[in-house]
């Protein structure tokens, strides 16, 4: 039964993705599951501080929780790599990435919904608070203790199909299997210290081997906005720490 919606639950999303206006910039999703019960979002809520908060405050019926993560094509992630400006194509995928993240989650939660579970979907991005610069709610946390992927030097969550893509998150009242989580580590850094590529690539160097300065990227992203001030809509967006290894991009 879990195992028949868990299954009904990735191809509605994988479905749904090939059809959005995000496909242009996009590989199929990877999809996981956690348990909101599970201890390590215990440790999520510790780590992140206020004012993330645990699935259970967020909706206290939830029992399973969906992540997904959307790649990004190669060609996207290529666009952007080197010291020049942020490229457009990367400002482009995001916007639209966004977009059907907000869709997809969005039509899942009235799917599950119609099937009388309990559901909510979790906004893309900027539902964060500009004091802190955090969220109530961390994706790729979720992400991690779904068993996506590992975090690496330049603080993305590394799936398997590497870390240029973004995040979603469904919170429902089902019970679904969550999967297990990598034992590899895809971070050669972390890995070996043979590799410092996201910490080069920062143009304001806000990422360093022991910390990063959310302010100081901040800062950069909004800088970058001004530059596609014409561009509407517009969009804070970067991504140099992302692209820039060999853990920006992998195939299957
Ligand atoms: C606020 C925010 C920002 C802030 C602060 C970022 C930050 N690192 O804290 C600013 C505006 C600076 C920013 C910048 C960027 N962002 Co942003 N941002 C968010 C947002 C809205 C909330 C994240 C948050 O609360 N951060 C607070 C920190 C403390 O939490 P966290 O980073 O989510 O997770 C941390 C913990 O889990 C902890 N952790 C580490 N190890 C372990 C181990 C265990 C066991 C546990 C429990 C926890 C833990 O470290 C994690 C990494 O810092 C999310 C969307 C969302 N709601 O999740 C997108 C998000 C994080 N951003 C994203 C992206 C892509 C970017 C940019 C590349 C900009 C761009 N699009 O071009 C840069 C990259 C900066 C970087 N290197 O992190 C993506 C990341 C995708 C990915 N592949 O991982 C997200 C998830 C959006 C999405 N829907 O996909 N962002």
Known sequence: MERGLAQA???????KAARSGGREYSRPPLVGFSDAGDPMYDEVVRIVGPPNRHPREIMPSA??????FVPFR?????????????SETWLSSYLAVNEAINDISRSL??????????????PATHDFDLETLKAGWSHRSAALVA?????????????RLGCAGRYGTVFTSAVLPRGSRPSEEPCR????????????????SSLGADGFDRFKCHGRLQANKELFADH????????????AGPCAYREI
Not at 63 to 68: K, L, P, T, Y
Not at 74 to 86: A, C, F, L, Q, W
Not at 232 to 243: F, I
């Open 232 to 243: 509407t809509p517009s969009g804070d967006v970067c991504g140099k720490c992302v692209v």
């Open 109 to 122: 939660a009235s799917l599950l919904a119609s099937q009388g579970l309990e559901a909510s979907a979790a």
């Open 63 to 68: 029992r399973g929780i969906v992540s997904f």
């Open 189 to 204: 850094f972390r890995r070996d210290g043979g590799c410092r590529a996201c910490l080069k690539a920062c143009p304001v």
């Open 74 to 86: 190669k060609e996207v992630v290529d666009s952007n790599r080197g010291p020049g400006p942020v």
């Open 147 to 159: 068993g996506l992927g590992r975090f690496g030097l330049n603080r993305m969550l590394i799936t």
């Open 9 to 15: 639950i990735e191809e509605f999303i994988r479905d």
